[in-house]
C-alpha cells in the first residue's frame, strides 16, 4: 500500500494516475488534510500501515520561501523529517521529492549525486535540511532531485504569457538548466519505484540547455502547433542587475550517469518538449 502526499502538485497529479494503474494508493492533498498535522499522518499511518510514503507535498516557490522562512522550513523541511521517522518505525519506506537547489548554483558541470551541497536560498537550504534528516533517520528511502520540471502550470506558463503578450523577458544571464516535462519526470520516478531504487537519484530529461536555447524551442514548437506566432524578446542580466529577494543560481543542472546505471533511459529534453507543446498548445 502506497501514501502519497501533495497530490494536488503538478509531480502528484502525474504521478497518482499512473500508480494507480498497478498500485493500490491513498492519496490526500492540502485540500482535504494538511500534512502538517502530525497526530493526522500518524493516525494515518495506523490506519494504512503503508509499504511507501511518497512526499509530493513542498513550498516550491523559491521566492515565496525567502518572505516565509518558518512556513519553508516547516513544510519542506520538519515535515519530511517526522515523516521519515514514521517511515523507520513501521519498516515503509519513504520516497522524498527534493531539487538541484540544494546545490550553490555556480561552476558549469552538471552536479552528480555527491556534489557537495551549498544552497543559496531558503527552498535550497529547505530541501537540504530534509534530505540530511531523511539519511540519518535509518528508514528505507529514494530521495529524488530534480531540476527544472515545467507542464500547463508553473515557470514556464509565466514565460509563455510574457511571449504571447510580446513583453519583454529577463533571466539570469548565463543561466543553464536541465528542462524536465513534468510527465516523463512521474514516468522515471515510478520506473525508479518499481525498481526498487534507494540512495539519492537524480532524475531529468537527457541533456542540458542554456536558457534562452530552451525558450526559443519553446517559441519554435508552439508557432508551429498553435499557428501563433510568439515575440521572443529576452533580457539576459548579471546576477546582481536581477531584482530577486535571494541568490539565484545560475547553473541549474544535474548529472544522470546514476539514472542510466540504473536501467532508466530519459528521452531528450527536446523530444519532450515537442509533444508537451503539440499535446498541450490550446491549454497554454
Not at 502550470?153 to 510574457?162: A, D, F, N, R, T
Not at 533571466?171 to 525508479?192: C, F, G, Q, V
Not at 540512495?199 to 536558457?211: K, S
Amino acid at each position: 500500500m502506497i501514501i502519497l502526499s501533495g497530490s494536488h502538485t503538478p509531480l502528484g497529479a502525474c504521478l497518482l494516475p499512473m500508480l494507480r494503474d498497478s498500485h493500490q494508493v491513498c492519496a490526500f492533498d492540502d485540500g482535504r488534510s494538511d500534512i502538517r498535522d502530525f497526530s493526522f499522518v500518524e493516525s494515518l499511518f495506523r490506519e494504512i500501515k503503508p509499504d511507501l510514503f511518497i512526499n509530493c507535498a513542498q513550498m516550491d516557490n523559491v521566492e515565496e520561501c525567502e518572505y516565509k522562512r518558518e512556513d519553508a522550513y516547516t513544510l519542506n523541511g520538519r515535515v519530511p523529517a517526522f515523516l521519515a521517522t514514521l517511515c523507520a518505525a513501521s519498516k515503509a519506506a519513504m520516497v522524498q521529492l527534493s531539487s538541484h537547489y540544494v546545490f550553490p548554483g555556480t561552476g558549469n558541470e552538471p552536479y552528480r549525486e555527491d556534489s557537495a551541497s551549498a544552497p543559496a536560498t531558503v527552498f535550497g537550504d529547505s530541501k537540504d535540511y530534509a534530505e540530511k534528516r531523511i539519511l540519518s533517520s535509518g528508514c528505507e528511502h529514494l530521495i529524488v532531485r530534480f531540476p527544472h520540471l515545467y507542464g500547463r502550470s508553473g515557470w514556464l506558463s509565466g514565460y509563455l504569457e510574457k511571449m504571447k503578450a510580446g513583453e519583454s523577458v529577463t533571466h539570469l544571464k548565463d543561466e543553464m538548466i536541465s528542462p524536465t516535462y513534468t510527465l516523463d519526470a512521474a514516468r522515471m520516478l515510478i520506473e525508479l519505484i518499481d525498481r526498487g531504487a534507494r540512495g539519492i537519484v537524480h532524475c531529468a530529461n537527457e541533456g542540458t540547455a542554456a536558457l534562452p536555447d530552451f525558450l526559443y524551442e519553446v517559441e519554435r514548437h508552439y508557432s508551429r502547433s498553435s499557428g501563433r506566432g510568439l515575440v521572443v524578446n529576452l533580457k539576459g542580466l548579471e546576477p546582481d542587475e536581477f531584482i530577486s529577494p535571494c541568490d539565484l543560481p545560475v547553473n541549474n543542472t544535474l548529472d544522470i550517469s546514476k539514472l542510466r546505471s540504473l536501467g532508466i533511459a530519459p528521452r531528450h529534453w527536446k523530444e519532450a518538449l515537442e509533444e508537451f507543446i503539440s499535446s498541450n498548445h490550446q491549454y497554454l
